[in-house]
């Protein structure tokens, strides 16, 4: 399979096994827990069709002018994919294997990753990837130290920078949730998160608060029954 934009040609082709692909650890150690805070949340809402894919530092690919470019943003979803999970284990081709991402993610650390690189020769630039080659719709750029966040959604063929509304979060509308920021504490790392609201502005809870929220429900009730005279069962 293959599409065209002006002076490139993208073939969209399964990455060949003899592949090498860039095993480089993630930047810093906040990557990882902000990555799986997003996933989380989700799984536990039943936002993650059976066949659909959230991405952390995993490589995807297509071929530009007949040379495999391959990026790994820090976060992405994948709305669905059409083949068996086996064969996406390794890497993942949209428009061959599925569907192009609905968004990704990349979160800014002390090191230069390029997430704004529009450099079109080979290798391109990763924001010149997702914008041009991939077209995927939502860009977030996230820095996680001061909890600033830079939304971009593609409007005839370029990205455009985002307005939060008046909640200061941002509605995807291909997940029918809203993004925005957090400040709190999880896993002993107490900062700014990214997190998920629904369309009536309810947070998706992670599992720690799940479960708060059922001790606090839980000696509310407690209290509640030692008021009318009843001692309740442990």
Known sequence: MFTSIINYEITWEKLPDDFVL???????INQPSLAAALTESL???????PNALTTTNYDICAAVNQKFVVKAPDWAYIPAIRVPR???????????????????????SDTEGGEYSIKPTHPPGKWFFYEQVLRVTHYIIFEP???????????????QIRTADENNRYWIAQMGLFLGVWQGTRENRTGYWLRWWDENGQ??????????????KA???????????IEPEV
Do not use: C, H
């Open 203 to 216: 947070l998706l809870l992670w599992g720690v608060e799940r479960t708060q929220q059922l001790t606090e």
């Open 43 to 49: 799984e536990l809402a039943g936002k993650i069709p």
């Open 219 to 229: 000696e509310r009730l407690a209290a509640q029954l030692r008021a009318a005279g």
């Open 22 to 28: 860039d095993n480089e650890p993630v930047d810093n």
């Open 145 to 159: 130290d001061t909890g600033e966040i830079e939304a971009y959604q593609l409007d005839d063929g370029r990205y």
């Open 86 to 108: 086996e064969e996406v284990k390794r890497s993942y081709t949209p428009q061959l294997q599925g569907k192009i991402p609905v968004i990704v993610m990349e979160f800014l």
